[in-house]
């Protein structure tokens, strides 16, 4: 899952050798699609969806989107960054943490970050969140290797334990 | 009000309308941010603004609720 228009297609291409449609437009993906993948030897199933901002959906494409995470209560959420609007995915992601679901974080687009100058800390984040996170540019297909070998590893967190984390657990309420 | 900045003008969020703060909070526009105005158009057209380096568009009933401390 993940904002419009940060490259979940092209990851989901390159996990399964698909050749889903991928353009570099906001709302591309409007259903979803299924792809196999192999992982030590176990067939792992991979849904690709569109893109949304959040889990309350404003449009069709995002519908599809939030019903498939319904429908899939026992999948790994594989939460797509851009990695230059942190902000945004961050929102969406703590929405479907909050949800229960086990999730790990890409950040894609890594390149695009470096040549804007922002500056992600990818340990922190994790460390902050406690899934994994790790940074790809799908494009380039960098970063995937990292990305499958973590995907076991995502985990459920309570969003309380993030507050504390973060520091802030308690103040604005 | 939002809908009320003039192009280029750079403000804080102050007040969101209460029923727009949970739609418009995905795409990061919350109290407390600051954005530029990058375009307006006329006859309560839709209004493009930047946030965080990323344009956003919305349309003049949300730039209508949101309520921004524009700096001199």
């Known amino acids: 899952m993940g904002n419009p228009n940060v490259g979940k297609s092209v990851l989901f291409n390159r996990l399964t050798g698909a050749d889903v449609v991928q353009s570099n437009y906001p709302g591309t993906t409007v259903d979803y699609t299924r792809g196999y993948m192999k992982l030590k030897d176990e067939e792992m199933e991979i849904i690709d969806v569109p893109g949304t901002f959040s889990l309350e959906p404003k449009d069709k494409a995002e519908e599809v989107a939030v019903e498939m995470l319904k429908e899939n209560r026992d999948s790994v959420v594989v939460c797509v960054f851009d990695s230059t609007k942190i902000e945004r995915g961050?929102?969406?992601?703590?929405?479907?943490?909050?949800?229960e679901y086990p999730v790990m974080i890409v950040l894609n687009m890594w390149d695009d970050a470096m040549v804007r100058n922002i500056h992600v800390d990818v340990k922190k984040l994790?460390?902050?969140?406690?899934v994994p996170v790790v940074a790809t540019i799908a494009t380039a297909g960098e970063g995937i290797k990292e990305f499958v070998s973590r995907i076991g590893y995502a985990s459920r967190v309570?969003?309380?334990d993030i507050m504390r984390g973060v520091g802030h657990y308690g103040t604005d309420r | 009000m939002l809908s009320e900045?003039?192009?280029?003008e750079e403000g804080k969020v102050i007040e969101i309308d209460e029923g727009l703060r949970?739609?418009?909070a995905?795409?990061?526009i919350r109290v407390g941010k600051k954005l530029r105005m990058a375009t307006r158009q006329p006859i309560k057209g839709?209004?493009?603004?930047?946030?965080?380096?990323?344009?956003?568009?919305l349309g003049f009933g949300f730039a209508n609720k949101i309520v921004v401390d524009v700096k001199e």
């Open chain 2, 5 to 8: 900045m003039e192009f280029g």
């Open chain 1, 126 to 130: 994790e460390s902050i969140l406690g």
């Open chain 1, 158 to 160: 309570k969003i309380e």
């Open chain 2, 46 to 57: 839709p209004v493009v603004i930047e946030l965080d380096r990323v344009n956003t568009s």
């Open chain 2, 22 to 24: 949970k739609r418009i």
């Open chain 2, 26 to 28: 995905g795409v990061g």
């Open chain 1, 90 to 99: 961050l929102y969406l992601a703590l929405e479907i943490i909050e949800r």
